[in-house]
């Protein structure tokens, strides 16, 4: 099992570009979530999903956008990318909110 | 809101020795997870506290969840070297029936453990 993948693991982007982050994993958990780690804050979380075609808004959704059209795949959209969304983003599975989250590697963006 | 506050943020300690970080929350939850990361690194689960009294251990670090007390406390027995990461504490505000699976993290407990 490759667990949970992402891509890109490093992205830089111009202010106002857009891009999505994507997300994997192959353990056929239904609950996927995106979270962004900035130094000194800990994980904040953006969006989660408890199954495809259900997502709902975490902590700071604003500037983000995702869909669940399968189990497997969580991607993460930044629709007008902003200096503030400079961050290490991380996504994570698991299989229910009992049981332990598996995170990704990361993607560390770079917004100028 | 709520608000989940580790300490401390900061700990050197020698190996072989012992201590404990605090993960203090704001609201009734009966659901604690602590995670570690290494740096530069993605997060690693450690223990999943589900309700009152769970205590659960592994190798040398042990984890336990008063909800009372809002309050979750990971152990660190005779530290060695390999224990250096940064430990976070998450909780689900969700208090008794399914979880929300909205999590909220603590900033986290930088732990370097000296030879």
């Known amino acids: 099992n490759a667990g949970v993948t992402q891509t890109p693991k490093f992205q830089v982007l111009k202010t106002g570009q857009s891009m999505t982050l994507q997300c994997a994993q192959d353990m056929n958990h239904e609950y996927m979530s995106w979270y962004r780690q900035d130094p000194g804050m800990g994980l904040r979380l953006i969006h989660y999903?408890?199954?495809?075609?259900?997502?709902d808004q975490g902590e700071v959704p604003n500037g983000y956008n995702v869909s669940r059209s399968t189990t497997e795949d969580f991607p993460l959209r930044l629709l007008s990318a902003a200096p503030s969304q400079t961050s290490v983003y991380f996504c994570a599975s698991s299989y229910s909110v009992d049981n332990q989250q598996f995170f990704g590697p990361g993607t560390r963006l770079t917004v100028l | 809101e709520l608000k989940v506050e580790q300490n401390p943020l900061f700990l050197s300690m020698q190996e072989g020795k012992n201590y404990t970080i605090y993960c203090n929350y704001s609201?009734?939850?009966?659901?604690l997870y602590w995670y570690r990361q290494d740096p530069g690194k993605s997060l690693e689960s450690l223990f999943v506290l589900l309700s009152n009294g769970a205590v659960k251990q592994e190798g040398r670090l042990m984890a336990s969840l008063d909800t009372k007390a809002r309050l979750s406390t990971l152990h660190i027995t005779a530290a060695v070297h390999d224990l250096s990461a940064t430990y976070f504490c998450a909780v689900d505000p969700q208090h008794s029936g399914a979880g929300s699976y909205q999590l909220t993290f603590g900033k986290g407990t930088k732990l370097s453990v000296i030879p």
């Open positions: 999903s408890v199954g495809a075609g259900i997502t």
């Open positions: 609201t009734t939850s009966d659901r």
